[in-house]
């Protein structure tokens, strides 16, 4: 799992992810998951971005 901070940039979260990657499949894997790597930290920037109302239920509770 990725500790993002508030602040953190696209780079560190892809830094991170990549480092996790190496670290579950070895070094050659995470070279060929690179795009999916930094596709899914621009995600996870992006949703970091955005504040939830605070009465806003999830949609399951509906």
Known sequence: MVNM???DSVEEIAVELRAQAVRLWGEQRAS???ES???????????G???PHRDLEP????
């Not at 790597?37 to 949703?47: D, G, K």
């Not at 949609?59 to 509906?62: A, K, L, M, V």
């Open 5 to 7: 901070k508030p602040n």
């Open 32 to 34: 060929e998951l690179e």
């Open 37 to 47: 790597l930094q596709q899914t930290a621009r995600q996870l920037w992006e949703l």
């Open 49 to 51: 971005q955005v504040t």
């Open 59 to 62: 949609g399951f509770y509906q």
